[in-house]
């Protein structure tokens, strides 16, 4: 008897580029997974990593593996135990898989489980016409949202954890790095009712981007004094919440000479050298906060992240630049090189 087979996008060679290919659609599930048929599949920097394979793909991968792990479908088959969700549920997916066990996971701190694999890098991903996860993964959506909306879930959820830790609401608060999630993380801060947001980014297209967002003033480092703008727009009194989305050295070292004191800084960038911090002067006597992401709090930020979506409080129209057929994976990877894009989506089945 014949299997039925699905395509799918795959790492599986060390080098640069990803393989169009078919796999067998999953059958054999175990009694706590899921099947998802998946609709939508958003491109996120860490695929854009394995795509490149750079360094860091290099050593974290091991091939071969199906990319992708941002998504929105449809539930289609369910394991025996499987309780938490239905056939014919529209879900998204926490990409974390966590181990239950750990001390983090059972005192409700999951998100920092020392046993998280991840969907799209350890297992099977999305970027394929079907994907198995398990069920306490799923997080149900409602049937009325645009899917592919629901599809950025996952990297919006990222932006809301970094800027819902601090009250935001009639704060001045600057977005350093205005990638696909820093964007996110502009929308995010306009919609919590910050009252001045500056966005702080290199490339024009997304300081553009960031402006119709809801930035009222934007920073190119390049052309401008970063410190001494941030200072000017806050009337010298410093930021009072920076969501840093860069992982830049240079950005983030300036972030806590224009903090104010008694403020606070998310940090969900990654950075690839050492960070000099005068902790004295801009950390002990400033009295800030400093709050590390990762990923989603589970599965409070993703409730944040729905009431945002049922309401339509966001721009997610604006902030998705590009949907092409998942065929044209490519040269959707070579859009987002040029940092001339923020959300890219590809629509699976087509």
Same mark, same amino acid.
């Given at each position: 008897m014949s299997k039925e087979m699905m395509d799918c996008i795959v790492k599986d060679k060390p080098e +640069?580029?990803? &393989?169009?290919t078919q796999k067998e659609i999953p059958s054999d599930l175990q009694e706590n997974e899921v099947l998802i048929k998946v609709n939508y599949a958003s491109i996120c920097?860490?695929?854009?990593?394995?795509?490149?394979?750079?360094?860091?793909?290099?050593?974290? #991968?091991?091939?071969?593996?199906?990319?992708?792990h941002e998504f929105s479908g449809e539930v289609v088959k369910i394991? &025996? /135990?499987?309780?938490?969700?239905?056939?014919? /549920?529209?879900?998204?997916?926490?990409?974390?898989?966590?181990?239950?066990?750990? %001390?983090?996971?059972?005192a409700g701190d999951g998100h920092i489980c020392k046993n998280t694999k991840i969907i799209g890098v350890d297992t099977d991903g999305c970027f394929a %016409?079907?994907?198995?996860?398990?069920a306490m993964n799923c997080f149900v959506n409602s049937k009325e949202a645009n899917p592919l909306h629901l599809s950025v879930q996952e990297p919006l959820g990222n932006a809301v954890h970094t800027l819902a830790h601090f009250d935001i609401k009639g704060k001045d608060v600057v977005i350093v790095g205005c990638?696909?999630?820093?964007? #996110?993380?502009?929308?995010?801060?306009?919609?919590?009712?910050?009252?001045?947001?500056?966005?702080i980014e290199v490339n024009e297209y997304r300081l553009n981007l960031a402006k119709e967002l809801g930035a009222d003033r934007v920073i190119n480092p390049l052309k401008e004094d970063v !410190?001494?703008?941030?200072?000017?727009? &806050?009337?010298?009194?410093?930021?009072?919440?920076?969501? %840093?989305?860069?992982?830049?050295? &240079?950005?983030?070292?300036?972030?806590? +000479?224009?903090? +104010?004191?008694?403020?606070?800084?998310?940090?969900?960038?990654?950075?690839?050298?050492? !960070?000099?911090?005068?902790?004295?002067?801009?950390?002990v006597f400033k009295g800030i906060s400093i709050y590390g992401v990762v990923g989603r709090r589970i599965y409070d930020t993703w409730y944040q992240v729905k009431e945002l979506i049922d309401n339509d409080s966001l721009d997610l129209d604006k902030i998705i630049t590009h949907v092409f057929p998942m065929k044209d994976y490519e040269k959707?990877?070579?859009?987002?090189?040029?940092?001339?894009?923020?959300?890219?989506? #590809?629509?699976?089945?087509?």
């Open positions: +640069k580029g990803l &393989t169009w920097g860490t695929d854009y990593h394995i795509y490149t394979y750079d360094d860091w793909a290099k050593k974290r #991968l091991k091939l071969p593996f199906t990319a992708g394991g &025996t /135990d499987v309780e938490r969700v239905n056939i014919g /549920d529209i879900v998204s997916a926490e990409t974390h898989i966590i181990c239950g066990e750990c %001390e983090f996971c059972k %016409e079907y994907v198995r996860i398990p990638g696909p999630i820093g964007l #996110l993380g502009v929308n995010v801060a306009k919609a919590y009712g910050a009252r001045r947001i500056i966005a !410190i001494e703008r941030v200072m000017e727009e &806050t009337d010298s009194q410093g930021a009072d919440v920076i969501g %840093e989305f860069s992982g830049n050295k &240079t950005a983030i070292e300036q972030a806590f +000479k224009y903090i +104010k004191p008694g403020g606070g800084i998310s940090l969900l960038g990654i950075p690839n050298k050492d !960070i000099d911090i005068d902790v004295a002067n801009d950390v959707a990877m070579e859009i987002m090189g040029t940092g001339n894009s923020g959300k890219i989506v #590809l629509k699976v089945g087509e």
